[in-house]
């Protein structure tokens, strides 16, 4: 720690900030008056045993800086607050916590695979998956956005990516919702191997078939820059990271967006008028205004001066996605939902575009899209009903529930 340490009189560690939503006062005091603060992590609810407290970074420019600059702020000793023993920091991450060569080999290998071609010929499986949700809820009267519509569509979408056959399917989400609901703890971190194991097997038995399955998988286990494949292990931790990455995320901005468009009534009316024209800048905004992942953690791989403060080698810190995407000086009236946005820079939801940037970002805005276009069609009328129940998080932007009537009665 440092002498000159700037803390706020509050820490973004503390879950009661989170509670209604992200703490949106705590994070604007910050922006405008601690660009660069210390913030400690007694005992919590999320985090028993304590911390050893972390930096936050929270103007647009310092996140998207810090993003780019891996040889300062790296990912290699993990992305989320808690530290973590290595080996979880590898199994629970994968490429997303290495750096370096490691990170260009594997990166270059899985974006040889998991290109713009191949993601836009999966729009018609995205579409019938859709197809498959809103038929669940569509002669219902009321039903819970969360529960009934979304639950299962994003992750049906990996399945799809990866080849998962359909009768592991169910067994596979399951676990992979117990992963991200511990959140780093020894619980979730069994399941994450149990999942890698699975997919080492899928890998495995992908590697001895025919090779005329043309599956993401296949092609990945298949896949070689300058000599160097991957392994099946690797390929597994790579399956179990898009399980983790790609589901709550998506569904959260589609569940999200839908409770936001609930707050900004003209928005969807507009959208809904003319929907492919402005699909792209609807799903940017939404994406912008919801930020599903609201930090990542970076390490300092040696002294930095910032801010007339020195982050000592080691230290943890935190880049705040949602704070970035409130930043006034690049989004004018920031809490507003706005279609008509236009902005010169980025918003940071999908990272602040350094190495590590969401490698499923295209993924993602196709199944927002698809999504809401199925649900419009289908249910033109569909409507919030209810007060949300948030997910307790100050990682994950997430709802439990939202209820909605289908605007059929
Ligand atoms: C709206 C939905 C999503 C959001 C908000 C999101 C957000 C992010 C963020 C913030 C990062 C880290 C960026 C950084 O450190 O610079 C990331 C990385 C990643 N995301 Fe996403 N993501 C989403 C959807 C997806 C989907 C659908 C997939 C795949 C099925 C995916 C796969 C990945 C992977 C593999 C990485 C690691 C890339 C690397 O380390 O090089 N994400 N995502």
């Known amino acids: ?26 994070l604007r005091i910050l922006r405008e008056n601690h660009p660069l603060s210390w913030h400690e992590e007694p005992s919590s609810e999320w985090f028993p045993e304590g911390g050893r407290g972390f930096w936050s970074l929270v103007r647009h420019e310092d996140v998207s800086a810090a993003s780019k600059d891996q040889d300062t702020y790296s990912s290699g000793q993990g992305t989320e607050l808690i530290d973590m023993p290595a080996e979880m920091v590898r199994t629970y991450g994968g490429m997303l916590n290495m750096t370096g060569e490691d990170h260009a080999k594997h990166r270059a290998i899985v974006s040889r695979v998991f290109t713009p071609r191949t993601l836009a010929q999966l729009a018609p499986q995205i579409l019938e998956h859709a197809r498959t949700c809103i038929a669940r809820i569509k002669d219902r009267e009321d039903f819970d956005f969360m529960e009934d519509l ?12 990866m080849g998962v056959p359909a009768e592991d399917r169910p067994e596979l989400i399951r676990l992979t919702g117990i992963a991200l609901a511990g959140n780093g703890t020894a619980e979730s971190y069994k399941t994450m191997t149990q999942i890698v194991e699975y997919a080492k097997g899928l890998a495995a038995r992908v590697e001895v078939a025919a090779s005329d399955d043309a599956s993401l998988l296949r092609k990945l286990v298949d896949a070689e820059v300058n000599g160097e494949r991957l392994s099946n292990e690797e390929v597994g931790i790579f399956l179990a990271l898009l399980l983790t990455a790609g589901i709550e995320t998506t569904a959260t901005s589609i569940g999200q967006g839908f409770y936001a468009m609930s707050q900004y009534p003209e928005q969807r009316k507009a959208w809904q008028e003319d929907y492919d024209a402005l699909a792209p800048r609807a799903v940017e905004e939404i994406v912008r205004w919801v930020t599903p992942v609201m930090h990542f953690r970076r390490t300092a791989t040696r002294d930095i001066e910032l801010y007339g403060q020195t982050i000592r080698k080691g230290d943890k810190v935190l880049l705040w996605y949602t704070s970035g995407n409130r930043d006034e000086s690049v989004f004018p009236e920031a809490e507003k939902l706005d279609f008509s946005r236009e902005s010169e820079v980025p918003h940071v939801a999908f990272g602040g575009g350094g190495p590590h940037f969401c490698l499923g970002a295209q993924l993602a805005r196709l199944e927002i899209s698809i999504f809401f276009k199925e649900l419009f069609q289908t249910l033109p009328n569909v409507a919030v009903n209810g007060e949300p129940v948030r997910l307790h998080s100050n990682f994950v932007n997430g709802l439990a529930h939202l209820p909605c009537t289908t605007g059929r009665a």
């Open 1 to 26: 720690m440092n002498s000159t340490l700037q803390t706020p009189g509050f820490t973004l560690a503390d879950p009661s900030l989170w509670t209604n939503g992200p703490a949106e006062d705590e």
């Open 150 to 161: 979304v639950a299962d569509f994003p992750a049906q979408i990996v399945c799809d990516l």
